[in-house]
């Protein structure tokens, strides 16, 4: 069976663009989860789909958003992008709602960088 | 909320010594505990997870956590270290928020 796969890997922006992160879950996983990796912050959660719907948020600023499609894949958009939004943004599926009852699937992550 | 400390940002071990990876967490609820491990220019990979079944949670590649609630710990331990466990290690807890909430990670090395 196929992992987590994450589009594009590595990406470079500018300052005020905005980006789009596509994840497309393992075959069957229905939720989606979003996580944000720097080595100032660490790893941060940023949210989770689950049947198409938000089902959790971190606390991160309206710039992050996401959505799922019927398909289960999921794509997270930050727009006005910041020096510091620079990181790796890793995205996790499950079969159902995660973490806690079910186990997460990492994928290996879009880095980006914002100059 | 709940939150987890790692004592310990980097930690060296001589190959085939204990590898000892300290974990302290804060919770209002009964947490659910994790381990994960990432190899350079990789995603997070789940070595074990409590969630209240065993005090004694054993994982995989020979890693093993006991929960200890009385000091509110849930250290990682593996008998015999391998060239192969280089790697950082994350520490992690969720609670009724469902929120995976991670330590700032412990980087282990492997000396020959």
């Known amino acids: 069976k196929a992992g987590v796969t994450q589009t594009p890997r590595y990406l470079i922006k500018t300052r005020g663009q905005q980006v789009t992160l596509s994840c497309s879950p393992i075959?069957?996983?229905?939720?989606v989860s979003w996580y944000q990796q720097t080595p100032g912050q660490g790893l941060q959660f940023l949210f989770e789909?689950?049947?198409?719907?938000?089902?959790n948020k971190g606390n991160f600023p309206g710039r992050f958003s996401g959505r799922q499609f019927s398909n289960s894949r999921s794509e997270m958009n930050v727009s006005t992008l910041e020096l510091g939004d620079s990181a790796l943004y890793l995205c996790?599926?499950?079969f159902g709602l995660g973490p806690s009852q079910e186990t997460q699937y990492f994928g290996p992550g879009t880095r980006l960088l914002v100059l | 909320a709940q939150s987890v400390t790692q004592l310990g940002s980097h930690v060296s071990v001589s190959e085939g010594a204990l590898v000892l990876l300290r974990c302290n967490y804060s919770?209002?609820?009964?947490?659910?505990l994790f381990w994960y491990v990432q190899y350079p220019n990789q995603g997070l990979q789940l070595l074990l997870k409590?969630?209240?079944?065993?005090?004694l949670v054993k994982g995989i590649n020979g890693f093993e956590a006991e929960f200890k609630k009385s000091e509110t710990s849930f250290h990682l331990t593996k008998p015999s270290a391998h060239m192969s466990d280089a790697a950082e290690y994350f520490c992690?807890?969720?609670?009724?928020?469902?929120?995976?909430?991670f330590g700032a990670g412990t980087t282990v090395t492997v000396r020959a």
């Open positions: 919770s209002s609820v009964p947490p659910y």
């Open positions: 075959s069957g996983h229905r939720s």
């Open positions: 789909y689950f049947s198409e719907t938000q089902r």
């Open positions: 409590y969630t209240s079944a065993a005090t």
């Open positions: 996790a599926s499950s």
């Open positions: 992690a807890v969720s609670g009724s928020d469902y929120k995976l909430s």
